[in-house]
Nanobody, 114 residues
Framework: VQLQASGGGLVQPGGSLTLSCAAA????????VGWYRQAPGKKRELVAT???????AYDNSVKGRFTISRDNAKTTVNLQMNALKPEDTAVYYC?????????WGQGTLVTVSS
């Protein structure tokens, strides 16, 4: 497994969810990783990134609500999502910040609905 996203589900508006991206060690130790999402009928977009050193950056649409982090022991990149909105509904993927086609997996579906 190179990069595998998990943790999606159904959550009510205002709720929280944590996604996890399991990364192969050779990717985790050498690459900045990002979380992407694709909503129905829309283009895939980058929502958060984390560097090897742990520096994080966010799209304005999620800033203040989402937190990206690296777990060095588990070689995972996590996305803590709070105050979720219906417009956060999408399939979420992880990939390197310079994405590679071979790293796209199936993603994990997040549905925000009452």
């Amino acid at each position: 497994v190179q990069l595998q996203a998990s943790g999606g589900g159904l959550v009510q508006p205002g709720g929280s969810l944590t996604l996890s991206c399991a990364a192969a060690e050779y990717i985790f130790s050498r690459e900045a990783v990002g979380w992407y999402r694709q909503a129905p009928g829309k283009k895939r977009e980058l929502v958060a990134t984390v560097t090897i050193g742990g520096g994080a950056a966010y799209d304005n649409s999620v800033k203040g609500r989402f937190t990206i982090s690296r777990d060095n022991a588990k070689t995972t990149v996590n996305l803590q999502m709070n105050a979720l909105k219906p417009e956060d509904t999408a399939v979420y993927y992880c990939n390197t910040v310079r994405p590679r086609d071979e790293y796209w997996g199936q993603g994990t579906l997040v549905t925000v609905s009452s």
